[in-house]
């Protein structure tokens, strides 16, 4: 089993749809949770960063994390043709030297 | 521009060549993290340097394998002997507190 199983996808949603993005874990000890946004070809860019369990909001985007569930979850309001990425969830434990356990990704593309 | 960056952004070479690959990571940031990614997956974790020193690596590091990061600063990624299985993006990552890692735009690597 691996250690964050993510849905790979592909979703496909109309533009300005909420689109909901979601990782489990297996690890107990996982203390940080992230979402990367990767675009073709290119380096993973960091978009939310959580420690320990709850909600963080950034402008359209909203990370979840429900440590007694082990569910992690990514929300996108008013989803635009330029949100059409892959999204990757990661977590990681400061005793591993906050080493990072991705899961493989969730291509979305938003149609405009 | 102070992001992390990686050079080459591209690497095609013959199986059996060696092939050495630098990260500049952002200037401020003491720990430095390699990974490998294939197509279709997320980044996996290689081998993590807080300052100069490597605290961790992973079994997927082989022998072949080595990275370093004199004065805490760039490091180097060298492949020996390479192999058709090596082909992948190796991806550098930096950060300064746990867990938030900044990735840079990766190496391409194909192996003939």
């Known amino acids: 089993q691996k250690e964050v199983e993510q849905d790979p996808g592909p979703l496909s949603v109309p533009e300005g749809a909420i689109v909901s993005l979601n990782c489990t874990y297996s690890n107990s000890a996982f203390q940080y949770f992230m979402w990367y946004r990767q675009y073709s070809r290119k380096g993973p860019e960091l978009l939310m960063y959580t420690y320990s369990s709850g909600n963080k909001e950034d402008g359209r985007f909203t990370a979840q994390v429900d440590k007694s569930s082990k569910y992690i979850s990514l929300f996108i309001r008013d989803s635009q043709p330029s949100d059409s990425a892959t999204y990757l969830c990661a977590s990681g434990k400061e005793t591993s030297g906050s080493r990072l356990t991705f899961g493989e990704g969730t291509q979305l593309t938003v149609n405009p | 521009d102070t992001g992390v960056s990686q050079n080459p952004r591209h690497k095609i070479t013959k199986r059996g060549q060696n092939v050495t690959f630098r990260c500049d990571p952002i200037?401020?940031?003491?720990?430095l993290y390699w990974y490998r990614q294939t197509l279709g997956q997320g980044p996996e974790f290689l081998t993590y340097?807080?300052?100069?020193?490597?605290?961790?690596k992973s079994r997927l590091l082989s022998d072949r394998f080595s990275a370093e990061r004199p004065k805490g600063s760039f490091s180097t990624l060298e492949i020996q002997r390479t192999e058709q299985g090596d082909s992948a993006m190796y991806l550098c990552a930096s950060s300064l507190i746990p867990g938030s890692q900044y990735f840079g735009p990766g190496t391409r690597l194909l192996v003939l």
């Open positions: 340097f807080q300052n100069e020193a490597q605290l961790e």
């Open positions: 200037s401020e940031h003491n720990r």
